[in-house]
């Protein structure tokens, strides 16, 4: 069960609306890179959690909620964007003409469909899709690309953070990036907290995988070269499992013989 607060987060305050900066924000939200992401990914991750790991669950559940609340907050720097946008900054807007093309193939639904707010798409319209959202039933697999989301999500704060001279939006933009920075060490030390889980997923039996490829870097350059002598070329594993090795060749298996089995499926549909 969720509970709402009618205070948000974070204080989001514009000084100077920008209806550009706005459509730039979108993507912060239902981006690949955005909020409506990482908020998902979380909560669905939890749902795996099993009961004897409620620690487990309660903290990804937690993370999922505030991300929520960024949601909340972004939403309100959109609407603040739009809403409070003069007709000489609208213009203004325009002065550059990248930005012009940009604005004239933007986003009229922001006005048409949704009145000046906010909504769950991307800077460029498209809307959010769950397939952005990674939970696979697997921890490890799960917080690895965690810390990837937290990532390209922190990329993004910054670029936009780059993008406004607005004091309120670098304001906001500076809690959103500090939260990125504690989420990705956070699941980086749950990932140190599991012990033992690469390659993942660590129950399947190692003995069953090709001995001879498991450990080597294949070389795919159409000219055969020297082993460049790489930390994944040579040494031990960062899994303390097995030791790097490289070829430059592939193992071969073959031109693909189907013609009988093309020519019965032919013949079949014919």
């Given amino acids: 069960m969720f509970y709402h607060d009618d205070e948000l987060q974070y204080e989001v305050e514009v000084e100077e609306p920008n209806p550009q900066f706005a459509k730039m924000l979108q993507q912060a939200i239902g981006g690949a890179e955005g909020e409506m992401r990482v908020a998902l990914q979380y909560m669905f991750q939890a749902f795996a959690i099993p009961a004897e790991k409620q620690e487990m669950r309660q903290f990804l559940m937690e993370t999922a909620t505030e991300e929520l609340g960024h949601i909340e907050m972004l939403a309100t720097a959109v609407s603040k964007n ?14 550059d003409a990248v930005i012009d093309e940009m604005m004239r193939s933007g986003q009229p639904r922001q006005a048409l469909s949704a009145g000046l ?3 769950p798409v991307d800077s460029n319209g498209v809307p959010f899709t769950g397939n952005y ?8 697999a799960d917080l690895y690309a965690n810390v ?3 990532s390209t999500g922190r990329l993004l704060a910054t670029r936009l953070y780059e993008f406004t001279t607005d004091p309120g939006m670098k304001d906001m933009l500076e809690y959103l990036i500090a939260r990125d920075t504690m989420h990705q060490n956070q699941w980086h030390a749950a990932l140190e907290a599991l012990g033992e889980h690469r ?17 080597t870097f294949m070389s795919t350059a159409h000219e055969e070269r020297e082993n460049p002598e790489q930390p994944w070329t040579q040494g031990e594993a960062p899994d303390g499992k097995g030791e790097f090795s490289y070829t430059p060749q592939q193992p071969g298996g073959g031109n693909p013989d189907l013609d009988e089995m093309i020519d019965e499926m032919y013949n079949e549909v014919k």
């Fill in 148 to 150: 990837m989301a937290e």
């Fill in 199 to 215: 390659p993942v997923p660590n129950s399947f039996d190692q003995s069953k995988e090709n001995q001879e490829y498991n450990y």
């Fill in 82 to 95: 739009l809403e409070g946008a003069s007709d000489e900054a609208r213009e203004a807007a325009r002065e």
């Fill in 117 to 119: 707010h906010a909504m």
């Fill in 133 to 140: 959202v990674v939970a696979s039933g697997n921890l490890a």
